[in-house]
């Protein structure tokens, strides 16, 4: 059977489309046809300037995929041909004993010496067939979704995983509270959607950036949604937006740049929760951004709390699933304009249209 495959040559390079032949799946395995796959900012910055995970090239990218089972080895009983699953991207070693990873482990897979990222260490979905080893089908994070529930949703699965990781890690930080969103993009805009289904009190999001800011208030904005631009009174404006509050309840940074991190934790107020969602990396890795924290007055007096979401884990995927398929998101479609989907055939374009600051979620075709 062959199959198409795209690999990036280099950072800054182009795709190269590839047909190669692929097996029947193995004992354990399952065989995978892409549906969709939706484009991570992490997919941009490897295709501009490369990562240091990514350690061979060329590389196959893209790790937010809704596929279809389209065959099964001996020994399957959770799947069979047909089923429409949603993936994440954070999984497990392959070491079946692994105190992280393995059958008893604590699914913790960020937390392992040997972690694999989907689109990193392990072959993203640039493909049209995928064969997942038995490991990653008795461990990994794979969902199954009703047979008529829409693919361009699904592919949605992990970036809603990861905002659910960090905005239900502490408990009880978002319903009647006050959430404020560093950032306009698409982990922002998925974070709003979240938290008005949580039933937030009130959202509030920062960006620079005018177009997108705009974009988001039109169509995910309601009377408890305020969009607050990031120029020199941010501070002041976010504290008298959080009224009859002092301070925000919750803050997720959302924009991958030193300066959100600078920002961030002068708004934190008493009892604020911070997620540093957004990691800054490059193709040199990532920079240290140094903040003096008082353990004494903020952390302790201030009940002050500072946590980071990197990835997700099957507690993520799981209430994104259960999000997507009761239809808690209503407005998710709004998430891709007609200027945002493309055929597999255009790949260097999908990158760049997630590029432009007034992008969401560029969505790439794959049915023939």
């Not at 008795?138 to 905005?167: H, N, R, T, W």
């Not at 990197?310 to 209430?319: A, E, N, Q, V, Y």
Request: glycine content about 8%; charged content about 20%.
């Amino acid at each position: 059977m062959k199959n198409l495959t795209y690999f990036l040559d280099q950072p800054g390079g182009n795709f190269t489309a590839t047909t190669e032949l692929i097996s029947e799946p193995g004992p354990g395995e399952i065989r995978l046809r892409t549906l969709k796959t939706s484009v991570c900012q992490s997919d941009v910055v490897i295709h501009q300037q490369g990562l240091p995970r990514i350690k061979q090239w060329p590389a196959i990218l893209f790790h937010e995929a809704c596929c279809v089972v389209d065959a099964v080895g001996s020994g399957v009983e959770e799947y069979v041909s047909g089923d429409l699953v949603g993936l994440g991207c954070d999984i497990p070693c392959g070491d079946l004993s692994c105190i992280y990873c393995g059958i008893n482990g604590t699914g913790d897979w960020t937390s392992c010496p040997n972690t694999q990222a989907t689109g990193h260490e392990f072959p993203g979905f640039a493909r049209l067939y995928t064969i997942l080893p038995d490991w990653f089908v008795k461990l990994g994070p794979i969902v199954k979704f009703p047979k008529d529930f829409d693919p361009s949703y699904a592919c949605q699965l992990e970036p809603l995983a990861c905002c659910l990781e960090g905005m239900t890690r502490v408990n009880n930080c978002i319903e009647n509270r006050i959430v404020v969103l560093i950032g306009a993009g698409s982990q922002s805009t998925y974070a709003l959607q979240c938290a008005q289904a949580m039933n937030a009190r009130k959202i509030i999001v920062i960006n620079r950036g005018k177009d997108r800011l705009e974009r988001v208030m039109k169509d995910f904005g309601d009377d408890n949604v305020l969009g607050i631009r990031w120029d020199e009174q941010v501070v002041d404006n976010v504290f008298k937006a959080c009224q009859p509050f002092n301070e925000p309840h919750f803050l997720m940074v959302n924009a991958p740049c030193r300066e959100a991190y600078e920002l961030a934790p002068n708004l934190m107020g008493y009892g604020t929760v911070l997620d540093g969602h957004a990691g800054v990396k490059g193709a040199s890795g990532k920079p240290k951004i140094p903040h003096q924290v008082d353990l004494n007055n903020d952390i302790h007096y201030r009940l002050q709390c500072y946590q980071a979401t990197h990835g997700s884990s099957m507690h993520g995927i799981r209430l994104a699933h259960q999000f997507l398929t009761e239809g808690r998101l209503p407005k998710i479609g709004l998430m891709t304009n007609d200027t945002e989907r493309f055929q597999h055939t255009k790949l260097d374009a999908a990158i760049t249209r997630a590029s432009d600051s007034d992008s969401l979620k560029v969505i790439v075709d794959w049915d023939q």
